[in-house]
């Protein structure tokens, strides 16, 4: 557990440097935005793409997975219900619960509780050497889920903040080949898969995904085309050829591939990587004062109604943020009602306290939402949420070690 409490302790360190930076450099911190957002990207880049290498799908028998997907999508659409009813009928006055505005508003940025940080997630369940577990098995395959899911739910929520756009719709097709080339190459490109050569593909995703995001705001900076580095990274990892030997249902072809990256050095690079990531997810959050003001995107949109909250008071805020916290992760709590046939109650229980942290993905919703003029209380009480969600994440993973019983080990994800 000592792996877990450095990453617990990088991530703190992470969120307080995010706070406290802005405040003592002033306008020329403003400038370590791209460079923290892009290593921030790289490192997940990295990680994906080792989750999508282990990652292993039974194409004979796909139920199992569509009822995954459904468990996924319900474990983050509760989280994203509660909050947007939070945001409405607690945070805004009662003149304005008719408002459709505050309704498209709140339900784009309520979406921030939705999807699990499987960065972090499969991080710490490593750290925490609950690898082999039924569990991280299960969480493996629902976090990428949940994630997808949220990416791509995404794509209604923007259009009802801008209207249908050629952008979106450029989205969708990147999503569809990606899953396509995952699910038609699963474990069959044969190219080098040692750290370096996997440092090289995290580097080149992430400045392709950047590097699209940038011509887009060039052609129209309130719709762009942004593209996670989640999900080009894990399909990547899914196509990348396995050494022989390493899967029972490799064939011959695979005769003189160089070894996996499970050598002792490469764990010391993924450990070095992840503990990166805590630090650069921390840092990437928003800033309090960013989201208790109006912001120069909310001035480009003066129309917004969450933007012009009247603020309670930090006590105020404080009550709130444990509220949002505890229905988001209440909202997570669905997988416990599943897989009853598969696990005990136990290890339900701890799937889905594992499906607590949240990480990346929600904060790229907070910083999609702050670009359309979306500020205010509630806006304050999602940043505030995650970081706490954050904090937590260590005390999570004691949880779930805790609640798994001792020697349950189960390596196929489908079970």
Request: contains cysteine; proline residues 5%; charged residues 15%.
């Amino acid at each position: 557990m000592k792996k877990v409490l450095l990453y617990s302790a990088l991530l703190v360190l992470g969120l307080i440097a995010s706070q406290l930076l802005p405040g003592i450099f002033g306008d020329a911190y403003s400038a370590a935005n791209l460079p923290i957002k892009l290593a921030t990207m790289f490192c997940l880049a990295f990680i994906m793409i080792h989750v999508g290498y282990e990652f292993e799908i039974d194409k004979r028998n796909l139920r199992p997975y569509a009822w995954d997907y459904f468990v996924a999508a319900t474990a983050a659409a509760f989280p994203w219900i509660f909050c947007t009813l939070y945001f409405i009928y607690v945070l805004a006055p009662a003149e304005l619960w008719n408002s459709g505005e505050l309704w498209k508003e709140s339900l784009l940025e309520a979406r921030f509780a939705s999807p699990t940080s499987a960065g972090v997630l499969f991080s710490m369940l490593a750290a925490a050497g609950l690898a082999a577990t039924w569990v991280f098995q299960k969480a493996r395959v629902l976090a990428i889920f949940d994630d997808l899911d949220t990416v791509l739910f995404m794509i209604p929520l923007q259009m009802l903040m801008v209207g249908i756009r050629w952008q979106l719709g450029i989205v969708v097709l990147i999503i569809v080949v990606l899953l396509w080339l995952a699910w038609r190459y699963l474990h069959a490109w044969m190219i080098p898969i040692s750290w370096p050569w996997v440092f090289g593909y995290a580097a080149a995703i992430t400045l392709a995904c950047e590097s699209v995001l940038l011509l887009s705001e060039r052609i129209d900076k309130q719709v762009t085309i942004h593209m996670e580095v989640l999900l080009p990274a894990f399909a990547l990892g899914c196509m990348m050829a396995r050494p022989r030997g390493a899967d029972p249902h490799q064939d011959d072809a695979l005769e003189g591939h160089e070894e996996g990256p499970e050598t002792a050095r490469e764990q010391q690079v993924s450990t070095i990587i992840s503990a990166l990531f805590m630090v650069f997810v921390g840092l990437s959050m928003p800033a309090i004062t960013t989201a208790t003001t109006d912001s120069h995107a909310a001035a480009a949109v003066p129309d917004t109604v969450t933007a012009h909250e009247p603020f309670p008071g930090w006590s105020m805020v404080a009550i709130h943020v444990l509220a949002v916290t505890l229905i988001s992760n209440i909202g997570k709590m669905f997988p416990a009602l599943c897989y009853r046939r598969q696990a005990s109650l136990r290890e339900r229980l701890a799937l889905s306290v594992a499906m607590f942290p949240r990480g990346e993905v929600g904060a790229g919703v907070l910083a999609i939402s702050i670009g359309y003029g979306i500020g205010g209380v509630s806006l304050t009480v999602a940043v505030l949420s995650l970081a706490l969600n954050l904090v937590c994440t260590g005390i999570f993973i004691v949880i779930v070690k805790k609640l798994i019983p001792p020697n349950r080990t189960l390596t196929n994800p489908a079970a």
